[in-house]
T-cell receptor
Framework: DAKTTQPNSMESNEEEPVHLPCNHSTISGTDYIHWYRQLPSQGPEYVIHGLTSNVNNRMASLAIAEDRKSSTLILHRATLRDAAVYYCILYTGNQFYFGTGTSLTVIP | NAGVTQTPKFRVLKTGQSMTLLCAQDMNHEYMYWYRQDPGMGLRLIHYSVGEGTTAKGEVPDGYNVSRLKKQNFLLGLESAAPSQTSVYFC????????????FGPGTRLTVL
């Protein structure tokens, strides 16, 4: 069974914020939550990761629910270059478990 | 820095043939990983290594073997290729485990006929 669940696809207008949700109801206390994105015909690219607290970096913000069973990746102002498949990943036991990803379409 | 490179970029095999995929990184990373990605799916971990001379099984290890004789290289072998192993293979490296990002290579597209 998949360790993370994400919507298959989402759309956003350019320059608007985007909230990409992820459910990980079986997460344990030491599991990290990672997000990567993948452009067509490329390898995944790191976006952000966290354990319990909300995290910010230059690319995005990660909001983690208090019970840690869900998280949300926030892109503050979507650009056309943000169109990609976004993967929510659990790190547990030295291994990364990818979900099936959310394909983000950015509308000009 | 070249980052993570993979050789070859494309390969077509017949069922039963063998081959080795090479991953190289020039970032002095301890951790290296091999993943496969099937159409419309996320990546699944095949094998990984936490340092030179070490290897461990991931989520889908059957039919593959790996070796990490040098810190900068991680080899993935298919001893007897099967059509079910048709996939895109990605290698990644990282400074350590869950605390830092992984850097991915460009992928190898393998077709087994």
């Amino acid at each position: 069974d998949a360790k993370t669940t994400q919507p298959n696809s989402m759309e956003s207008n350019e320059e608007e914020p985007v909230h990409l949700p992820c459910n990980h109801s079986t997460i344990s206390g030491t599991d990290y939550i990672h997000w990567y994105r993948q452009l067509p015909s490329q390898g995944p690219e790191y976006v952000i990761h966290g354990l319990t607290s909300n995290v910010n970096n230059r690319m995005a913000s990660l909001a983690i629910a208090e019970d840690r069973k869900s998280s949300t990746l926030i892109l503050h102002r979507a650009t056309l270059r943000d169109a990609a498949v976004y993967y929510c990943i659990l790190y547990t036991g030295n291994q990364f478990y990818f979900g099936t990803g959310t394909s983000l379409t950015v509308i000009p | 820095n070249a980052g993570v490179t993979q050789t070859p970029k494309f390969r077509v095999l017949k069922t039963g043939q063998s081959m080795t995929l090479l991953c190289a990184q020039d970032m002095n990373h301890e951790y290296m990983y091999w993943y496969r990605q099937d159409p419309g799916m996320g990546l699944r971990l095949i094998h990984y290594s936490v340092g030179e001379g070490t290897t461990a099984k991931g989520e889908v290890p059957d039919g593959y073997n790996v070796s990490r004789l040098k810190k900068q290289n991680f080899l993935l072998g298919l001893e007897s290729a099967a059509p079910s192993q048709t996939s895109v293979y990605f290698c990644a490296s990282g400074r350590d485990s869950q605390y830092n990002e992984q850097f991915f290579g460009p992928g190898t597209r393998l077709t087994v006929l």
